[in-house]
């Protein structure tokens, strides 16, 4: 079955580093794999998303990338900030009926000490 | 702006109290989705619409069912609760098709089963 693998382990960082966070993906081959934010008692909000045929994509501070072949797709924070702590979950889509619907990763916890 | 509302914010009932959660949405997306996230795990689907076409997860338990009445609004009702329904129930839109499938959540309604 379609399994999605996050550290489950908080990653605890100091503020200015690069966080590096990783997802990690059996049995899919996605068209393109998304990144979303999730803040305690809050719903996820979307961050990025990177297709296929790219290795990496950018915006900001952030930064993706997308290895098919070790089917692996790493999310990095450059310049943290303690404002960046939060969970991190990635998310795969599944097509069914027509559309995607998206199966998710529990998440890896980013806290950025100052 | 546009977005997703979900009501209340937080719901406590007793066990095998009939509840509703709501959602409304002013994206006039196509498809609309209820998700149950326990703590440090990972939001599972628990069914969608795409427009008026319900779509039940195969592990979706019985008690749980949805109603969307309009493009707007979508209801979760959970007929008889139990102590393990306690959970966020997060619900979410997207435009539908192969776009790309990016979801857009509402803040979630915390359940509490007493």
């Known amino acids: 079955s379609q399994k999605i693998e996050q550290n489950s382990e908080a990653l605890n960082i100091q503020e200015g580093k690069t966080a590096t966070l990783t997802c990690n993906y059996t049995?899919?081959?996605?068209?393109?794999l998304q990144w979303y934010r999730q803040d305690p008692g809050r719903g996820p909000v979307f961050l990025l998303l990177?297709?296929?045929?790219?290795k990496e994509k950018r915006k900001e501070r952030l930064k993706v990338t997308f290895d098919t072949t070790l089917k692996q797709s790493l999310f990095h924070i450059t310049a943290s900030q303690p404002a960046d702590s939060a969970t991190y979950l990635c998310a795969l889509p599944q097509f069914s009926g027509g559309y995607n619907k998206l199966i998710f990763g529990a998440g890896t916890r980013l806290a950025v000490h100052p | 702006d546009a977005m997703v509302i979900q009501n209340p914010r937080y719901q406590v009932t007793q066990f095998g109290k009939p509840v509703t959660l709501s959602c409304s949405q002013t994206?006039?997306?196509?498809?609309m989705y209820w998700y149950q996230q326990k703590s440090s795990q990972a939001p599972k689907l628990l069914f969608h619409?795409?427009?008026?076409?319900?779509?039940n997860e195969a592990d979706t338990p019985d008690n749980f069912q949805s109603r969307r009445p309009n493009t707007s609004f979508c209801f979760l009702d959970i007929r008889s609760p139990g102590l393990g329904d306690a959970a966020m129930y997060l619900c979410a839109t997207s435009r539908g098709g192969t776009s790309g499938g990016t979801q857009y959540f509402g803040p979630g309604t915390r359940l509490t089963v007493l």
């Open positions: 049995n899919y081959s996605p068209a393109y």
């Open positions: 619409y795409y427009d008026k076409d319900f779509n």
């Open positions: 994206l006039n997306h196509n498809v």
């Open positions: 990177i297709r296929e045929n790219e």
